[in-house]
């Protein structure tokens, strides 16, 4: 526990895992099939919390493969303009895209389409993980898509080994994403083996279900691999708040209830508030709900990595708001 504290509050991280290009239609409210103006964003789970955790004050460096044509180009531009280090974002050539998000902004009837054929991220290979000095970094982060397909599946088990051998704690988001995985069995396996490898696991009630079998399972999946081998897991429920277990305590946090928008992005910016709040020495209990609250900021507004908040955003809006719901 105290190494995976110690890396935290080094407020840098090295981030495995997929930058791509958000779409959504202007204004809010409207349906995509009725769209005529768009506006494109950074998107793609760990370039989402990588442009978070900078916003908030933290260092983050992503590595991954974008297409080698102006949307790669486009995802790159997008990283450097939060502050995230790309110099381990490789172009990889040929038929391989960059992932494409089009998603609306609105609950009711809400639409999201993902484009993730011949994803460039899953060219992510040995060569791109071996290339990093993981001594500059505090901690690893990573997003469970990662592994849904070679080489970055193999490649990210092997940052895993580099992380560990220079000392660096491992976070993972878990992020199951079905579409990206050729059956929910080998998702299973694949993300219950890389759960083990953890310090510290994020993920949602559906998610644990999923790794533990039967949604009905999740709870004691989350409290077996906190006994077993995380230091921290968070257990989110939605509107129910989370769970967190760690050194045998259960910590039970409510929401910040906000007028939502969409329910994009929230997972992302809930992992960059929880980073850099540890980071900047908040209590585990405090630090999940200015989680909770830069999710709810994000969620309140149009797009993901746009929607996020920095630190005066969100120290303005603890400020105003009532406080969130009982545990």
């Not at 989680?291 to 603890?318: R, Y």
Request: with cysteine; aromatic share 8%; charged share 20%.
């Amino acid at each position: 526990m105290k190494r995976l504290m110690d890396g935290i509050k080094a407020n840098s991280f090295v981030i495995i895992g997929r930058a791509g290009m958000d779409f959504f239609p202007d204004p809010p409210g409207t349906k995509t099939e009725d769209g005529v103006t768009f506006t494109a964003a950074l998107g793609g789970s760990s370039a989402n919390i990588g442009a978070g955790i900078c916003k908030l004050g933290g260092k983050a460096a992503l590595v991954t493969r974008v297409s080698d044509d102006s949307i790669g180009r486009y995802c790159v531009n997008q990283l450097e303009h939060y502050g995230v280090d790309p110099r381990h974002v490789t172009p990889v050539g040929g038929e391989y895209r960059n992932s494409l998000a089009v998603y609306e902004s609105r609950i009711d009837d809400h639409q999201t389409v993902i484009y993730r054929n011949g994803a460039a991220d899953f060219q992510m290979d040995d060569s791109d993980v071996a290339a990093v000095d993981y001594s500059q970094y505090g901690a690893l982060i990573t997003a469970g898509t990662v592994f849904a397909a070679e080489p970055s599946r193999a490649a990210t088990f092997k940052a895993f080994d580099l992380a560990k051998d220079a000392g660096l704690p491992i976070i993972f988001d878990v992020d199951y994403r079905p579409y990206s995985w050729p059956s929910p069995k080998v998702a299973e396996e694949v993300l219950s083996r890389a759960a083990t490898r953890c310090d510290m696991i994020v993920g949602n009630d559906e998610e644990f279900g999923f790794m533990a079998g039967h949604i009905d399972k999740g709870l004691d999946k989350a409290r077996a691999l906190s006994a077993d081998n995380a230091g921290i897991v968070v257990y989110k429920m939605g509107q129910d708040g989370a769970i967190t277990f760690a050194e045998g305590r259960e910590i039970r946090t409510g929401i910040y209830t906000v007028e939502a928008l969409k329910p994009t992005g929230a997972g992302d910016s809930f992992m960059a508030g929880l980073m850099t709040s540890l980071a900047a020495g908040h209590d585990l209990k405090t630090s999940i709900l200015r989680g909770s609250a830069c999710a709810a900021i994000t969620v309140s507004k149009p797009g993901c990595a746009p929607a996020m908040p920095d630190t005066a955003i969100l120290e303005q809006f603890l400020a105003d708001h009532p406080g969130p719901t009982d545990a």
